[in-house]
T-cell receptor, first 117, second 116 residues
Framework: GAVVSQHPSRVICKSGTSVKIECRSLDFQATTMFWYRQFPKKSLMLMATSNEGSKATYEQGVEKDKFLINHASLTLSTLTVTSAHPEDSSFYIC?????????????FGDGTRLSIL | AQTVTQSQPEMSVQEAETVTLSCTYDTSESNYYLFWYKQPPSRQMILVIRQEAYKQQNATENRFSVNFQKAAKSFSLKISDSQLGDTAMYFCAFMKANQAGTALIFGKGTTLSVSS
């Protein structure tokens, strides 16, 4: 079946470091991928929509200069948390639809647990 | 704007029993999709079941079934013969139809605990 791979699964780094998270669709092409953030025991909050070959669409309140998104190919989107601070610590998870049609369910990566010291 | 409401933050059930998780939503769209996702302690997001709004028949996947009431904008999940492995956080989600590249809108989730 369709699989979305997310890497790394866990990152611990010092404040001020930039961290890159990759999201890959392994056996299908995804023109659109989504990045979510999740706090413990809370729901997934959409951060941005990643569009292949064009700029990402950010949700209100999400700093685009803080959370850089690149979707350079049909199988890879990256989220870079720039100059990370402890308040950026969270669980980040990506998803991709199986096809361009909206009737396809989204498949999720396994998430990245980011801890900023 | 679309909203999804899950009014039960926590639920508990004994093994082999049946439990129903509630979900209501609000939308002005006539065509859309509804989903239930499961997130166990591993934090993987697992699709449990989905329903197309234009279909009147309730979706069923093995022990999981939904009660979809379009007029009432209600989409509850029934888990029959509960198993310990069903322990997880369950999210109800909404997605517009006929619009490629649309994100899911999630409810706040219900934490389900299944005990022996």
């Amino acid at each position: 079946g369709a699989v979305v791979s997310q890497h790394p699964s866990r990152v611990i780094c010092k404040s001020g470091t930039s961290v890159k998270i990759e999201c890959r669709s392994l056996d299908f092409q995804a023109t659109t991928m989504f990045w979510y953030r999740q706090f413990p025991k809370k729901s997934l909050m959409l951060m941005a929509t990643s569009n292949e070959g064009s700029k990402a669409t950010y949700e209100q309140g999400v700093e685009k200069d803080k959370f850089l998104i690149n979707h350079a190919s049909l199988t890879l989107s990256t989220l870079t948390v720039t100059s990370a601070h402890p308040e950026d610590s969270s669980f980040y998870i990506c998803s991709a639809g199986l096809g361009s049609g909206s009737n396809q369910p989204q498949h999720f990566g396994d998430g990245t647990r980011l801890s900023i010291l | 704007a679309q909203t999804v409401t899950q009014s039960q933050p926590e639920m508990s059930v004994q093994e082999a029993e049946t439990v129903t998780l509630s979900c209501t939503y609000d939308t002005s769209e006539s065509n859309y999709y509804l989903f239930w996702y499961k997130q166990p302690p591993s934090r993987q997001m697992i699709l449990v079941i989905r329903q197309e709004a234009y279909k009147q028949q309730n979706a069923t996947e093995n022990r999981f079934s939904v009660n979809f009431q379009k007029a009432a904008k209600s989409f509850s999940l029934k888990i029959s013969d509960s198993q310990l492995g069903d322990t997880a956080m369950y999210f109800c989600a909404f997605m517009k139809a006929n619009q490629a590249g649309t994100a899911l809108i999630f409810g706040k989730g219900t934490t389900l605990s299944v005990s022996s």
